[in-house]
């Protein structure tokens, strides 16, 4: 069992930063994309950003453009989420999620569906 555990969320200020963490454990595992959703009161879960290890790519969702930075550490099996000026509307749990190599490609990999690991989540909270 592949195990993710997300870290690092909080109580910030708007304008302030996070750095998210999310360490993989269990079964020894070579990730295809590795991302960040988040998931508001009352809101579906959304993408964030996402990493493709194939090649390096990465992509944000249009609001955390410019905002967020999304890295991942294959020695450390560990993928973080630089958060800076963040804003209220960034309220949210923040969740990790993997999809391995070896498995039947998807359309979009934007889509919680897309993914086969996900960890239990860290609050985020932007005070005004």
């Known amino acids: 069992q592949v195990q993710l555990a997300e870290s690092g969320g909080g109580l910030v200020q708007a304008g302030g930063s996070l750095r998210l963490s999310c360490a993989a454990s269990?079964?020894?595992?070579?990730?295809?994309?590795m991302a960040w959703f988040r998931q508001a009161p009352g809101k579906e879960r959304e993408f964030v950003a996402r990493?493709?290890?194939?090649?390096?790519?990465?992509y944000y969702a249009g609001t955390v453009k410019r905002r967020f930075t999304i890295s991942g550490d294959n020695i450390k099996n560990t993928v973080y989420l630089q958060m800076d000026n963040l804003q209220p509307e960034d309220t949210a749990v923040y969740y990790c999620a993997a999809r391995p190599r070896g498995i039947e490609p998807s359309t979009t990999y934007f889509r919680p569906n897309d993914y086969n690991y996900w960890g239990q989540g860290t609050q985020v909270t932007v005070s005004s």
């Open positions: 990493i493709n290890y194939e090649d390096g790519t990465t």
């Open positions: 269990g079964r020894t595992f070579s990730p295809a994309h």
